[in-house]
């Protein structure tokens, strides 16, 4: 069984509304957890990482959550563009650096 | 930043030859790096794990004689598609990790390899 669950598995949404991916995770001990971003025929790009210790992370429209005792993140969208039509991956680090990732949530956002 | 860097971006082939894809870290050293292929519309799938100077890691379903990687040096992993078949068409993704100093443990991926195989 996948130790990073995301969902849904696809959306889509119209251009300038919210949406918040969910990830969850079964990965103990944790170290540190990533969003990334990828774009269709590109390779991903690192949007947020955060530890244990973090709660709440953001990159510019990009707001990545981490409840640690719950083993949950989640990744929102705020006024989202035709931009941001990409497949967003969870990957989830233990400690010795081995690495858990998520099937991804592939969002469309229309005009 | 650092950067991870992939060569050729796209190859076309026929069938039955073999062709390689390397993987460069370009400004950090890299000791593992990790090999994905993706299907259109699907996620990455981890191939296998490259580790510096030693037998890389495959994941369970991939033929290593079929997928020979090479990691000579810290900074170069190699994925050779050997007698490649139609089927074997995809799209090849590696990430190093880089390990020591900031932001220890951060996975950079290369722009992708897209193979098509007549």
């Known amino acids: 069984k996948n130790q990073v669950e995301q969902s849904p598995q696809s959306l889509i949404i119209l251009e300038g509304k919210n949406c918040t991916l969910q990830c969850n995770y079964t990965v103990s001990p944790f170290s540190n957890l990533r969003w990334y971003k990828q774009d269709t025929g590109r390779g991903p790009v690192s949007l947020t990482i955060m530890t244990f210790s973090e709660n709440t992370k953001s990159n510019g429209r990009y707001t990545a959550t981490l409840d640690a005792d719950t083993k949950q993140s989640s990744l929102h969208i705020t006024a989202s563009q035709l931009s941001d039509s990409a497949s967003y991956i969870c990957?989830?680090?233990?400690?010795?650096?081995?690495?858990?990732f998520g099937a991804g949530t592939t969002v469309t956002v229309r005009a | 930043g650092a950067v991870v860097s992939q060569h050729p971006s796209w190859v076309i082939c026929k069938s039955g030859t073999s062709v390689k894809i390397e993987c460069r870290s370009l400004d950090f050293q890299a000791t593992t790096m990790f090999w994905y292929r993706q299907f259109p519309k699907q996620s990455l799938m981890l191939m296998a794990t490259?580790?510096?100077?030693?037998?890389?890691?495959?994941e369970q379903g991939v033929e290593k004689d079929k997928f020979l990687i090479n990691h000579a040096s810290l900074t170069l992993s190699t994925l050779t598609v050997t007698s490649a078949h139609p089927e074997d068409s995809s799209f090849y993704i590696c990430?190093?990790?880089?390990?020591?100093?900031?932001?220890?443990?951060?996975?950079?991926f290369g722009e992708g390899s897209r193979l098509t195989v007549l």
């Open positions: 990430s190093a990790q880089r390990l020591g100093g900031a932001n220890t443990g951060e996975l950079f």
């Open positions: 990957v989830v680090s233990a400690p010795d650096y081995k690495l858990s």
């Open positions: 490259s580790n510096e100077g030693s037998k890389a890691t495959y």
